[in-house]
């Protein structure tokens, strides 16, 4: 009697932390596996969706988006937008973060930089992508300070463009994300003990050898992780370019997201846009276990 109760016991301790679990379960499995089986089954479907009994398709939707260009071409700014985004907003945050945390500015002027520089975060990507449009249309701000300057003969068209609306784009992007970067290795910085510091002016070394040898490689957990999920979250990047650009003109500015979603609500080829999708989901997965091995590898 004593050893069924004793395993009985050990059961219900076994058992209790799935049940306590078991909600959170439950909405991830509705609100994210769901539709990700939804979607994959959909890209093996003829006609998904618009139809009630939808024939089997194979691999046939891959091989449509794989024979499009326009998929490669939004593909090949996809990766253009999200690594000019990443390594720009480590630049630029790695450069704010020095300055925020160095004892050379005066304390009053760093806490009012620290609120300017944080700005773009208070900021929705509508608003940020309103923002720049009004920033950069063809009387805006930016084209009249150029032809002051002389750096420009004549007013660009930023947005409506092909040689110039990915780069615009991109340098919206830039300017909305560097904060991450800047929050976080400001906080990687006030880690660092200035033991370190100090022995390196005893040897001698100069500004750029203690960056080179000291800031930087105790700030490389933090790099290489913030990197990581700021790439993910660049590449799905779509209120943005949505607004600004709608994936233009003549698809210069069209990359996964915006693809996806002309397939799907523009095209109404949801069969081919869950393709697309799926597409989007492995190499999002792909750098997650990436980013995921690199954490236990730490």
């Given at each position: 009697m004593a050893r069924q109760k004793r395993s009985h016991h050990r059961l219900k301790r076994a058992v209790a932390p799935y049940l306590y679990l078991s909600p959170s379960l439950l909405i991830i499995g509705l609100l994210m596996l769901l539709p990700m089986v939804t979607v994959i089954s959909y890209s093996f479907q003829n006609s998904a969706v618009l139809r009630r009994d939808p024939s089997f398709a194979g691999l046939k939707h891959y091989q449509a988006i794989f024979a499009d260009p326009v998929f490669w071409a939004s593909l090949w700014h996809t990766l253009y937008f999200t690594c000019m985004s990443v390594v720009f907003h480590m630049t630029i945050g790695m450069i704010f973060a020095l300055m925020l945390n160095s004892d050379r500015i005066n304390p009053t002027l760093r806490n009012i930089l620290r609120v300017l520089y944080i700005l773009p975060w208070l900021f929705t990507a509508v608003i940020i992508a309103v923002i720049w449009r009004l920033l950069l249309e063809p009387n805006g701000v930016v084209n009249s300070i150029l032809m002051q300057l002389g750096i420009i003969g004549s007013k660009i068209e930023w947005f409506s463009s092909p040689e110039t609306a990915l780069h615009?784009?991109?340098?919206?992007?830039?300017?909305a994300g560097y904060p991450l970067f800047m929050v976080s290795l400001l906080a990687g910085l006030q880690g660092i003990p200035k033991d370190f510091y100090e022995a390196a002016d005893i040897d001698g070394a100069k500004a750029y050898q203690k960056l080179i040898f000291i800031?930087?490689?105790q700030l490389m957990p933090i790099i290489i992780s913030i990197s990581l999920l700021d790439f993910i979250?660049?590449?799905?990047?779509?209120?943005?370019?949505?607004?600004?650009?709608?994936?233009?003109?003549?698809?210069?500015?069209?990359v996964l997201s915006t693809y996806t979603y002309k397939l799907a609500f523009s095209s109404y080829n949801l069969s081919q846009a869950a393709a697309s999708a799926v597409v989007i989901l492995?190499?999002?997965?792909?750098?997650?276990?990436?980013?995921?091995?690199?954490?236990?590898a730490r």
């Amino acid at each position: 009697m004593a050893r069924q109760k004793r395993s009985h016991h050990r059961l219900k301790r076994a058992v209790a932390p799935y049940l306590y679990l078991s909600p959170s379960l439950l909405i991830i499995g509705l609100l994210m596996l769901l539709p990700m089986v939804t979607v994959i089954s959909y890209s093996f479907q003829n006609s998904a969706v618009l139809r009630r009994d939808p024939s089997f398709a194979g691999l046939k939707h891959y091989q449509a988006i794989f024979a499009d260009p326009v998929f490669w071409a939004s593909l090949w700014h996809t990766l253009y937008f999200t690594c000019m985004s990443v390594v720009f907003h480590m630049t630029i945050g790695m450069i704010f973060a020095l300055m925020l945390n160095s004892d050379r500015i005066n304390p009053t002027l760093r806490n009012i930089l620290r609120v300017l520089y944080i700005l773009p975060w208070l900021f929705t990507a509508v608003i940020i992508a309103v923002i720049w449009r009004l920033l950069l249309e063809p009387n805006g701000v930016v084209n009249s300070i150029l032809m002051q300057l002389g750096i420009i003969g004549s007013k660009i068209e930023w947005f409506s463009s092909p040689e110039t609306a990915l780069h615009a784009v991109t340098f919206a992007n830039i300017w909305a994300g560097y904060p991450l970067f800047m929050v976080s290795l400001l906080a990687g910085l006030q880690g660092i003990p200035k033991d370190f510091y100090e022995a390196a002016d005893i040897d001698g070394a100069k500004a750029y050898q203690k960056l080179i040898f000291i800031t930087i490689p105790q700030l490389m957990p933090i790099i290489i992780s913030i990197s990581l999920l700021d790439f993910i979250w660049t590449m799905q990047v779509f209120p943005l370019i949505w607004i600004t650009t709608g994936g233009g003109p003549i698809y210069s500015t069209e990359v996964l997201s915006t693809y996806t979603y002309k397939l799907a609500f523009s095209s109404y080829n949801l069969s081919q846009a869950a393709a697309s999708a799926v597409v989007i989901l492995l190499i999002s997965l792909g750098l997650t276990l990436f980013y995921i091995r690199y954490q236990k590898a730490r």
